[in-house]
């Protein structure tokens, strides 16, 4: 069998509410993975070398990028770089983006408003034919809790490839004077490589919505290393 998935997830400022123990959970759940909280400290040490795969969950995403500071964002980009997977849920998907000082730069994506404050509550997605073959969900649109996630199209990092589309909104939240109409059809969930590593990023949160626990599972399956090269995942990685 293969050696389980490591998975490191974020702890520290910026994160809140029902994900981060969520994902602990779940991914604690069997023997394909195991999970452990990284405060930004440890980040900056760089203790990510020791996991395979790292989850930034819901929560302030310039809060996130502020606790880390730049030795840290460098850490995370680093890791990434030489092989590890990065998932970006919410707050973690805007760290994720290339739209603000802030962010770390890890894929092509950028906000299209501002206003980003659209509301909470259930919205349709529906996967893509790349994102079923990723993610396993069936064909059609289906429920998710939405809270503020990032509606974002393409930005223009010449260093970066395009981000792939996974799931797209097919309703919207448009509160608090937000742009009407920009959420139908935009990515939901979007992924890329970046150097030697992926990217996914998750707008919505499916670690929050019954039934949908089984799409986190794959995704941290889709960008961990494959079980052949986990041990590259990071020149100073150590078991």
Known sequence: AAAPVKVALY?????AGKGPPNLMRLLNAGNQFTITEIT??????????NFHAVIFAGGGASVQANALEESGREAVRDFVGHGGGYIGICAGAYLATSGFSWSLH????????SKWQRGVGEVKMELTDPGRKILGQPAGQFPVLYANGPIVAPADEASLPPYETLACFRTELAK???PVGVMVNSPALFGA???RGRVLCISPHPEQTDGLEG????????VAPQPQTRKLASPRMTE
């Not at 930004?40 to 070398?49: F, K, V, Y």
């Open 215 to 222: 799409m986190v599972l794959r995704a941290v399956q889709w």
């Open 106 to 113: 890890l894929i092509n994506a950028r906000t299209v408003s």
């Open 193 to 195: 490589p970046y150097r």
């Open 40 to 49: 930004p400290q440890e980040i900056q040490a760089g203790r990510l070398t």
């Open 11 to 15: 702890r520290g400022p910026g994160t």
């Open 176 to 178: 608090n004077g937000s």
